[in-house]
């Protein structure tokens, strides 16, 4: 809590800055939603789960988008949420449209906007073919650097769009919401000598925005590595490149490697006893009067499952932002 | 007398020409002077119904006793032709005779008469007297004629010369002095008794014989011979009656220049043509029965015929009737006719017989109910007769007949077929009205889809952006709603023609919406129909009703009645949506709040979710405490319901383990709640028993609570909740801000105290340190303020 940085700092924009103000008014905003059924379980009670919750990343489980993506951490914590929960779609080898990602989305936020969906989606896709099927992975890289740099992604699209063009960007960068104009491409004879930008160039830019951008942003060091290794890129390129950057996920903390993506043994133990229950459910609406035995193993496992659980998310840097 | 032979029933006129030959020249010449009035229908349909039997033997009956004494009437061949008489058929013969008795008119022509009105009688007269020298003797088969018309003694008596044999030996047959013809002569005794008529009857010719010197004949009788051709008869241009019954004629020729010829018998020969007969154009009477004629042809210009008799030919149908205007009788009984045109064409026509052909259906013979004059008709052996709504189907399309089959037909029958007709009637209209509606059903249909369209194109231009779902769907949509509408209409028809009575009990239509109730399904089309929910349903009606279909509603306004859903129709198993804008998955949560739900139709018409792959799985994980056991039709397998646990079950793990309890709350419903509160406080106290507790309270409510977490608020209500939190928000923040200034500034008061203070307390050490310093002094002065104290 003592950091030097807070020293710098009048308190209140400190706390700003760090979020601190938007936990505590939206758990007071949630405390005042639920005051009935809080009031009768303890108001000290609520704050504890509260901010035990926002540390463990389940705040924003079925959160309008609004609170989602007001912070980083949120972000992180929802794209997290949305790896664990559908995992096992990518697992079962389903090739899923932007349309089908978005209702998966929406199961987790039901006013999860197209708009950032259909982008990531054109990460994937380069641009083209919307309709196409997406590997789970290919598309949880993508959305993962559309979503969480989702402010960033515009600013560089209109430095892009301002060096493609050929304006030096360093005198203006407005970061406009106008998210649309980077589908504009060169003409036509120009995309068949240069396409794209010079990288080198646009590494200054981006270091230079990074600088001053208020938003997160991928650490500059990661940057400069991904646009060495090529002279010029594209917009989609260089967002392509970025999702499919170990160390950006890495930075970035809410998913495992791209190795391991399929790989949680506690959610796939939970969910192994899920099915077997259901599976005895099923059968035991037919005689369940016989079997006590069976609910009682089951719970007991289930116990275990829960207890191990959180030593599974533990190793997640939660309170990295903090 | 009756004269028993061995013609059938159709042939009337063979037996006519028969009773002409034999039994009395008078009558066949009386057949040819007769007026029609002599012969009234009545007269004719009152007598011999009993004998009126088509299939057996000829009967004839002939008075002949009476003849002498009704010389009187005129023979007349002038032009009043058009009242030759027309009844042939062998019943109507039998009839006639007796009715001849009650009339009292009948003519038969006297001698005199004769030479009166037929002035030219002597003028071709062969002064010779009939001679006929057959080459072959013929004589055998004079004794099986004298067997057939055994009346011949009359015949006799009337001196008439029919028989060629009969009368003696007058008739020579003269091999002439032609290559191939006999010629003819009679004597002129002969010829002057009976100088209009000649009787060659059963003579074994095979070809005609010439005839001289008898331009006057009117009458000519080659009855029962062999004759291939007809010839040498051409001069004989005053010839009214022309009979060649049996014989083996094959070509109707050599009649061109009979201008005067009315009747014509042509009955069992071989012909298998109509044709020659342009200038016959005063035939009255043609008779071609037993033939093997197939088609009717070239009779078009015969418009004073008035008897048709093509009995026993190969007709397959009837047509090509037009221009015979005076036809009054048509026998066509014993052809292969199926069906009958034109008849409507014929204005006198008043008797038809169809008996033996192959009617099998009355719109085969329908323009018979358009013929005005027809009175009398006949289908027996035919398909058609079998049928149990033969008679009353004719009677009541025929109100015009006086006989059917030979019998009158009586009022009963037709009452009997009116009240049948009635009923028909009926059922038209019940029919009718059956369509109407059934056509405003469809009518509102289309315009449910209509609006529901425009609808549809509405919210995909203001939502196209902020919902882009629907960037491809308008171009599309209106076709395939078109599609549908139509298919779904031919849907409903199926059901409304098995279940009439209990659909149209239901069926309430409006412009803008549906509703409908057959069987065990309740159809909802437009978002108005969801109303209908409010309504109170019958008991039996609520039971009943298993099956529930919305087709044009948006799910969203469904979503806000399906707790009215539940109470009113308790059964509801089978849930069917189709144009209902389901896009999401999440939409299916809703669902989840009814109380059971066996089956799932989600029509892919206007509804976009079924397009995904996951669809089924995630209505089945969602709703997987109903038990589901057909998907859009598919049989839902222990491996799906596996397969869904697996893609969904971590979700509901999370949500149900991992949400925040205070979360939670917010998240699931009012009737949920205060189950809960329980399962909080304990989770409060020992997080660890948390999933425990939760296991318990989750197997007697019907749904996993670990499910509950995902539910759907629709979209409307969704952004007023968001609208509200929004203000909750603004207050929040406000409040925040005031609190955490006033936090910080307490906080700036304490760093500030924090720093001051350390000097503070030097200081204050300090000062106190010098005032002890002086001890004696010190005391003094505490000893003073001692003292000022008292």
């Not at chain 1, 506690?266 to 035991?284: I, N, Y």
């Not at chain 2, 009035?37 to 009956?61: D, Q, T």
């Not at chain 2, 909740?721 to 929004?726: D, H, R």
């Not at chain 2, 929040?732 to 609190?739: G, Q, R, S, T, V």
């Amino acid at each position: 809590m003592l950091s030097p940085e807070r020293l710098a700092l009048p308190d209140y924009e400190y706390l700003a800055q760090r979020h601190v103000l938007t936990y505590m008014e939206d758990a007071v905003c949630q405390l005042l939603e639920n005051k009935e059924d809080i009031s009768q379980y303890g108001i000290a009670r609520f704050f504890t789960e509260y901010f035990n919750s926002v540390c463990q990343g389940t705040h924003i489980l079925f959160r309008e988008f609004s609170f989602i993506q007001a912070t980083p951490h949120n972000r992180a914590s929802f794209l997290r949420a949305f790896w664990r929960c559908f995992r096992t779609v990518g697992k079962n080898g389903d090739l899923l449209t932007m349309r089908e990602y978005h209702c998966l989305l929406q199961l987790l936020c039901p006013d999860f906007p197209l708009e950032l969906t259909q982008k990531a989606a054109r990460i994937v896709l380069m641009d083209d073919a919307m309709d196409c099927l997406m590997s789970f992975s290919d598309f949880l890289f993508a959305f993962q650097i559309q979503f969480y740099y989702s402010e960033f992604l515009e600013s560089v699209a209109a430095i892009y769009q301002d060096l493609l063009s050929g304006k030096n960007p360093n005198t203006v960068i407005v970061p406009t919401s106008s998210s649309g104009q980077h589908r504009q491409r060169p003409t036509l004879g120009e995309a068949s000598v240069l396409e794209g930008v010079e990288a080198s160039l646009f590494y200054q830019c981006l270091e230079n925005l990074c600088d001053r951008h208020k938003y997160s942003c991928p650490p500059p060091a990661l940057v400069k590595e991904v646009l060495s290794n090529v002279q010029r890129l594209t917009f989609y390129g260089f967002l392509v490149a970025l999702s499919k950057h170990h160390g950006i996920n890495q930075a970035l903390g809410a998913l495992p490697d791209k190795g391991d993506l399929m790989h949680d043994p506690a959610m796939d133990e939970a969910l192994e006893r899920l099915v077997v229950r259901s599976r005895l459910h099923r059968t035991s609406r037919q005689h369940r009067a016989k079997e006590p035995g069976a609910f009682g193993f089951q719970r007991r496992e289930k116990l275990e499952a829960l207890e191990r659980e959180p030593s599974a998310s533990a190793p997640t840097p939660y309170s990295y932002w903090w | 007398m009756v004269t028993p032979s061995g013609c059938s029933g159709d042939d009337p006129v063979r037996s006519l020409s028969l009773r002409g030959s034999g039994a009395s020249e008078a009558d066949a010449a009386g057949l040819l002077g007769r007026s029609p009035a002599m012969i009234p229908g009545k007269y004719r349909s009152v007598s011999g119904r009993a004998a009126s039997n088509v299939n057996c033997g000829l009967h004839l009956v002939i008075q002949t006793s009476s003849l002498p004494e009704k010389n009187k009437v005129e023979f007349k061949l002038s032009k009043e032709t058009p009242s030759f008489p027309g009844r042939l058929l062998q019943h109507d013969l039998e009839r006639n005779y007796s009715s001849r008795q009650g009339d009292g008119r009948v003519i038969s022509p006297s001698p005199r008469n004769k030479s009166s009105c037929v002035s030219s009688t002597t003028n071709g007269t062969e002064p010779c007297g009939l001679e006929m020298k057959t080459t072959t003797s013929s004589l055998p088969a004079f004794g099986d004629s004298s067997i057939q018309t055994p009346s011949k003694s009359r015949i006799r008596q009337g001196c008439h010369s029919a028989g060629p044999n009969v009368s003696g030996d007058h008739i020579n047959l003269v091999s002439s002095s032609m290559p191939s013809f006999p010629i003819l002569q009679r004597s002129s005794e002969e010829k002057i008794l009976y100088s209009d008529r000649l009787t060659l009857e059963r003579q074994k010719l095979t070809v005609c014989p010439v005839i001289d010197g008898e331009e006057h004949l009117r009458l000519l009788n080659f009855q029962h011979n062999f004759i291939t051709r007809i010839q040498n008869i051409s001069n004989l241009q005053r010839l009214i009656f022309l009979d060649l019954y049996d014989n083996q004629i094959e070509e109707i020729s050599g009649l061109s220049t009979l201008r005067s010829l009315r009747v014509l018998l042509l009955g069992k020969n071989r012909i298998k043509k109509i044709s020659n007969l342009e200038n016959l154009k005063n035939l009255d009477v043609l008779d071609l029965h037993g033939n093997q004629i197939t088609r009717i042809e070239n009779v078009n210009h015969l418009c004073d015929l008035r008897v048709l008799n093509l009995a026993r030919n190969l007709l397959s149908h009837v047509d090509n009737l037009n221009g015979l205007d005076s036809l009054t009788e048509l026998n066509l009984r014993h052809n292969q006719i199926t069906f009958v045109r034109d008849v409507d064409n014929l204005p006198c026509l008043q008797r038809l017989f169809l008996s033996f052909n192959n009617i099998s259906t009355f719109e085969s013979v329908c323009c018979l109910a358009d013929s005005a004059s027809l009175s009398d008709i006949t289908f027996d052996g035919n398909p058609i007769a079998q049928e149990s709504w033969y008679k009353h189907t004719v009677l009541q399309n025929m109100m015009q007949l006086r006989q059917l089959d030979m019998k009158r037909v009586t009022e009963e029958e037709r009452r009997m077929a009116s009240v049948v007709a009635k009923k028909e009637e009926e059922k038209k209209r019940e029919s009718q009205k059956q369509s109407l509606l059934k056509e405003k059903k469809r009518l509102t249909i289309n315009n449910v889809a209509r609006r529901w369209d425009l609808q549809q194109h509405r919210i995909s231009n203001i939502a196209a952006d902020q919902d882009g779902r629907d960037s491809d769907s308008p171009s599309q949509d209106p076709c395939q709603n078109d599609g549908s509408t139509v298919s779904a209409f031919q849907e409903e028809t199926g059901s409304l023609d098995s279940g009439l009575t209990s659909a149209l009990q239901g069926l309430s239509v409006t412009d803008t919406h549906l509703v409908e109730v057959d069987g065990d399904t309740l159809s909802l089309y437009g978002s108005g129909a969801l109303e209908c929910l409010d309504r109170n349903w019958s008991v039996q009606t609520a039971g009943m009703v298993t099956t529930v279909s919305f087709t044009f509603i948006e799910f969203d306004e469904i979503v806000q009645v399906l707790p009215k859903l539940k109470m009113k129709f308790p059964n509801s198993l089978h849930l069917k949506f189709k144009e209902t804008n389901l896009v999401m998955l999440q939409q299916f949560n809703a669902l989840a709040q009814l109380r059971r739900v066996h089956q799932l139709t989600v029509d892919p018409q206007g509804n976009p979710v079924v397009n995904f792959i996951l669809w089924k799985y995630y209505v089945l994980f969602r709703l997987s405490h109903f038990s589901m056991q057909k998907i859009n039709g598919t049989e839902v397998t222990q491996n799906d319901m596996i397969m869904a646990e697996r893609l969904f079950g971590i979700l509901a793990h999370v949500a149900s383990s991992e949400l925040p309890p205070y979360h939670l709350i917010s998240v699931l419903g009012d009737a949920r709640k205060k189950q809960f509160r329980c399962l909080l406080e304990t989770k409060g106290k020992k997080p660890g028993t948390v999933s425990e507790e939760n296991d318990d309270s989750k197997r007697p409510a019907g749904e996993n609570t670990n499910r509950a977490a995902l539910h759907y608020t629709a979209r409307d209500l969704y952004h007023e909740k968001l609208e509200e939190i929004k203000e909750k928000k603004k207050f929040c923040k406000m409040y925040i801000e005031d609190l955490v200034k006033e936090a910080t500034e307490i906080n700036m008061k304490n760093e500030a105290l924090q720093k001051l203070w350390p000097q503070m307390f030097i200081e204050l050490v300090r000062d106190a340190v010098i005032e002890v310093r002086n001890k004696s002094s010190y005391m003094k002065l505490c000893l003073r303020h001692i003292t000022d104290q008292k």
